[in-house]
């Protein structure tokens, strides 16, 4: 099978490319880079079955030969990038879906489509079920994220009923690992580079709002599960044990020994209060939950860190 895969250098992006060439599949890989990394996808430069092209897809995108199966990862994810570059978040998630699902219905092949649990927004009930339709501020400053995977969510459905498209929607929860950005922006990321150069950790607010974090590999899991299941409705993948921001703030101080402060800045607009999935729906139609506990997993992440950054 013969996928292609945009969004290949980022973090998410690199990771599923590993688990797909792993699994046999031939990999052609798109990204401009705004975001995305070339160190990401370095190990693959010598791998037959993967081919990288630089290029937006908020523009046409060209394939030659068959494609089976298209996955469309291309976005910046981090406040910090979409609120750098909230056009061409807008284009990605507006045109970039739109060229995505072309090349889909253009070879008969089936799709899958990496929303967020941004759709959201600033959630009223909480976990959050994909029977719930948010609570978003279109015109604010997440809103340029928000409103384009709430876009993309809705002509990819309309590719399907229309166009008989076989698409997925993953509808992903804050997930950490390796081959984040060390100034990404999201908590993290944040916190472990703070932590490691015993600079104070920075909490927004109070620290009351929740967060449930989810390793990488047990996300790529979800999302290969999930292309390869028979749903078409959204499905949220995720970790649904919930921890306060203040909490993971002094889990990571507990875990690198650092003698960091945690000081206190003003919350930013529409900043979530909660986020937490409801991943029943994943348990029962892709037999999937994740297995790395918050741990194990920022462990991992930390040795990572330190091998990379420092």
């Known amino acids: 099978m013969r996928i292609l895969l945009t969004g290949v250098a980022g973090f998410l992006g690199s990771h599923l490319a590993d688990k797909l060439l792993e699994k046999g599949y031939q990999v052609m890989g798109m990204d401009n880079l705004i975001t995305g990394r070339l160190e990401n996808i370095d190990h693959l430069s010598g791998n037959a079955d993967f081919e990288f092209i630089k290029h937006d897809v908020s523009k046409y995108i060209y394939v030659k030969g068959k494609i089976d199966y298209v996955v469309h990862m291309a976005s910046p994810a981090s406040p910090v990038d979409y609120l750098n570059h909230p056009i061409k ?22 799709m899958l489509l990496a929303s967020t649990s941004e759709v959201y927004g600033d959630p009223l009930v909480n976990p959050q079920p994909e029977s719930y339709w948010g609570n978003v501020n279109p015109i604010g400053p997440r809103g340029v994220y928000d409103e384009a995977k709430r876009f993309a969510e809705a002509i990819a459905l309309a590719y399907h009923r229309v166009h008989g498209v076989d698409v997925k929607i993953a509808r992903i929860f804050n997930t950490y690992g390796e081959r984040m950005r060390s100034h990404d ?9 703070q932590a490691l150069k015993n600079e104070p950790l920075t909490v927004f607010g109070d620290g009351s709002q929740t967060r449930s974090f989810c390793y990488v590999s047990d996300l790529i899991g979800g999302l290969v599960r999930l292309m390869e299941s028979d749903t078409n409705e959204p499905v949220n993948l995720g970790n649904p044990a919930e921890l306060s921001v ?17 000081v206190f800045e003003a919350l930013p607009v529409n900043d979530p209060r909660v986020r937490r999935p409801d991943i029943t729906k994943a ?8 297995k790395v506990g918050l741990e194990e997993g920022l462990k991992r992440s930390i040795d990572w860190w330190k091998e990379n950054y420092f």
């Open 89 to 110: 978040t807008l284009k990605v998630g507006s045109l970039g879906t739109h060229n995505s699902l072309g090349v889909a219905k253009a070879h008969g092949a089936r």
């Open 246 to 262: 203040l909490d993971f703030a002094k889990k990571i101080k507990e875990i690198t020994g650092c003698k960091s402060d945690i």
């Open 185 to 193: 922006g999201r908590v993290v990321p944040n916190f472990i580079d």
């Open 283 to 290: 348990k029962k139609e892709l037999g999937w939950e994740p």
